[in-house]
């Protein structure tokens, strides 16, 4: 159902890859809103995917682009302005990736090259979009951009191991630049800590699918699907927001305020009593 939230929009939407990306979603919803926005990602993950599909089913103009280098968004967001006649009202940066987890480098054995990498592509490339948007004045006043992250930002989870310096540093970037963005030009920026979700890069990190059912069983409404964090992404675009800015919201069925579950409990239960059988 469209309830024309963007009507009349303009905006980038970083990181779509594939059916399973977020970003994804968001493109869908967005141009069913009643958005145009142009689609990006890096020229190597724009060869691996299916953005074109994408793009045509959006309507939407495709612009190549490396998120790490400022000469690269600075055409790409004169190239969008050029493309959507105006200046942008949102952006969204669905952007991650961490050359220690595809390596399988354990956290206490980083390689520190590749660490700098993932700091690089997964954090910095935020404050590089927000600092190139304000330096060309491309985005409207009550613009709205929002990053996603993921609660290894604030709790430890082993095996997201650089990744989840990356998040703290996503947030971070995302409160203090909008504190800047918002006197300048009343932009808002927020982060959304989303569920684990089943996507390309998501999938690639160690014991991925055990984590997915623990945090489904933690959480009272189960996981948040790409589809509700594409919703949650809608209402921070759209004027409906207008006063929520610097913050990190969870799209997570609740599993950030929970501290065991009873299925959770229940399971314990289970192993401890089998264990106990076990015994002579």
Same mark, same amino acid.
């Given at each position: 159902m469209s309830y024309g939230l963007l009507k009349?929009?303009?905006?980038?939407?970083?990181?779509? !890859?594939?059916?399973?990306?977020?970003?994804?979603? +968001?493109? !869908?919803k967005a141009h069913e809103e009643g958005a145009r926005?142009?689609?990006?990602?890096?020229? +190597?993950?724009?060869?691996?995917?299916?953005?074109?599909?994408?793009?045509?089913?959006?309507?939407?103009?495709?612009?190549?682009?490396?998120?790490?280098? +400022?000469?690269?968004?600075?055409?790409l967001f004169r190239e969008s302005m050029d493309a959507l006649g105006g200046k942008l009202d949102f952006v969204l940066h669905s952007i991650g990736m961490s050359p220690n987890v595809r390596k399988d480098r354990h956290y206490t054995d980083l390689n520190y090259d590749w660490y700098l990498k993932t700091l690089d592509i997964s954090a910095l490339s935020f404050h590089k979009v927000l600092q190139t948007a304000l330096k060309l004045d491309a985005m409207n006043d009550w613009g709205s951009v929002v990053a996603l992250s993921y609660i290894a930002a604030q709790r430890t989870f082993p095996s997201y191991n650089d990744m989840a310096e990356a998040k703290a540093t996503l947030e971070s970037i995302g409160r203090s630049f909008g504190y800047h963005f918002g006197k300048r030009n009343k932009v808002r920026i927020n982060t959304i800590s989303q569920s684990p979700t089943v996507?390309?890069?998501?999938?690639?990190?160690?014991?991925?699918?055990?984590?997915?059912?623990?945090? @489904?069983?933690?959480?009272?409404?189960?996981?948040?699907?790409? @589809? @509700?964090?594409?919703? !949650?992404?809608?209402? !921070?675009?759209? @004027?409906?927001s207008r006063s929520v800015t610097m913050q990190n919201l969870?799209?997570?069925?609740?599993?950030?305020? +929970?501290?065991?579950?009873?299925?959770?409990?229940?399971?314990?239960?289970?192993t401890m009593k089998a264990k106990a059988g076990l015994q002579p």
């Open positions: 009349g929009k303009k905006g980038i939407i970083f990181g779509a !890859l594939d059916e399973q990306s977020i970003a994804w979603k +968001v493109a !869908l926005f142009t689609l990006t990602n890096a020229p +190597v993950a724009m060869r691996m995917g299916k953005i074109k599909e994408l793009g045509q089913a959006c309507d939407a103009p495709i612009i190549g682009a490396d998120a790490t280098s +400022v000469e690269d968004l600075e055409k996507t390309t890069a998501g999938s690639g990190i160690e014991g991925f699918d055990v984590f997915f059912h623990f945090a @489904d069983k933690m959480s009272p409404l189960g996981n948040a699907p790409a @589809d @509700d964090c594409a919703g !949650l992404c809608m209402f !921070l675009f759209s @004027d409906l969870y799209n997570d069925g609740g599993f950030s305020s +929970v501290g065991v579950s009873e299925e959770i409990m229940e399971m314990l239960g289970e």
